[in-house]
């Protein structure tokens, strides 16, 4: 995604979750990890029942080195997820939150 475009989006008053989910995907792929983190967060704010944006937000926190605000996206994600009937996506962040429990970021 051109992340110059969707900064602009933004700045014309595009404001949505779409948008900072979108472009918080885009800076986190670009290494932009606190950029990335601070879109996803509004993202999900904008519309808490987003599922993938939760999902990319543990992504981005786990990637900005802060293990415990990548597992607490993931727990709401999931739970958001299981609300919505969004199966693949609970599975998915049950991975995520298996593997940081095995790399002893965060107790069982």
């Given at each position: 995604?051109?992340?110059?475009?969707?900064?602009?989006?933004?700045?014309?008053?595009?404001?949505?979750?779409?948008?900072r989910?979108?472009?918080?995907?885009?800076?986190?792929?670009?290494?932009?990890?606190?950029?990335?983190?601070?879109?996803?967060?509004?993202?999900?704010?904008q519309?808490p029942?987003?599922?993938?944006?939760?999902?990319?937000?543990?992504?981005?926190?786990?990637?900005?080195?802060?293990?415990?605000?990548?597992?607490?996206?993931?727990?709401?994600?999931?739970?958001?997820?299981?609300?919505?009937?969004?199966?693949?996506?609970?599975?998915?962040?049950?991975?995520?939150?298996?593997?940081?429990?095995?790399?002893?970021?965060?107790?069982?």
């Open positions: 995604m051109d992340i110059s475009a969707l900064q602009r989006l933004l700045e014309q008053g595009r404001d949505s979750a779409l948008l989910f979108g472009l918080g995907k885009a800076l986190l792929d670009a290494g932009h990890t606190a950029e990335a983190v601070i879109h996803l967060q509004r993202c999900v704010a519309d029942r987003y599922s993938a944006g939760w999902k990319w937000l543990g992504k981005a926190h786990l990637a900005a080195g802060d293990s415990e605000a990548a597992a607490q996206a993931w727990q709401q994600g999931s739970a958001v997820a299981g609300t919505n009937g969004d199966k693949q996506a609970v599975k998915e962040m049950a991975v995520f939150l298996r593997r940081l429990q095995k790399a002893g970021a965060r107790p069982a």
